[in-house]
């Protein structure tokens, strides 16, 4: 329904593999309403984790994980699983500099959310993934 639901800025990681697909786990997500808690045995390991839906349409877009009992998972606590099917991609978007900078008023940045390649996509995170070999900061400014 084209309603914000996150930023490509809050990107953790583009190695996940939800329900129908690729899905990508957020540091932030905005108008959801999340549902009741339940453990799920995920790829990684238990999880109490809760699903997440669309505040204006309803679907439910992807989860939200409530506690990893794998200390190695962690990370993933306070954090959002979107599957890429829920998402719309914004194709082109402008720019504005700091304060002071030059900026090139005819210039326009593409985002990308990831490859359709199958050779990308990981069924779910773990430490020998070719995802988990950076460190958190890698993936983010």
Known sequence: CRTHLTSHDDIISKC?????????????CVNVVRH???DRILLT?????CDISCIHCRT????????AYNRDQRYKEGKFIIEKINLFLEQE????????????????RT???????????????TSNSKCARGSRTDNRR
């Open 16 to 28: 996940f593999h939800g329900r129908q697909g690729r899905a990508y786990l957020f540091d932030n």
């Open 36 to 38: 009741g808690e339940e």
């Open 45 to 49: 390991g238990r999880h109490r984790v």
């Open 60 to 67: 439910v877009i992807g989860w939200t994980y409530i506690k």
């Open 93 to 108: 978007y402008d720019i504005q500099g700091p304060a002071m900078e030059r900026s090139d008023r005819f210039r326009k």
């Open 111 to 125: 985002m990308s959310w990831g490859t359709e390649n199958s050779d990308d996509v990981i069924d779910e995170y």
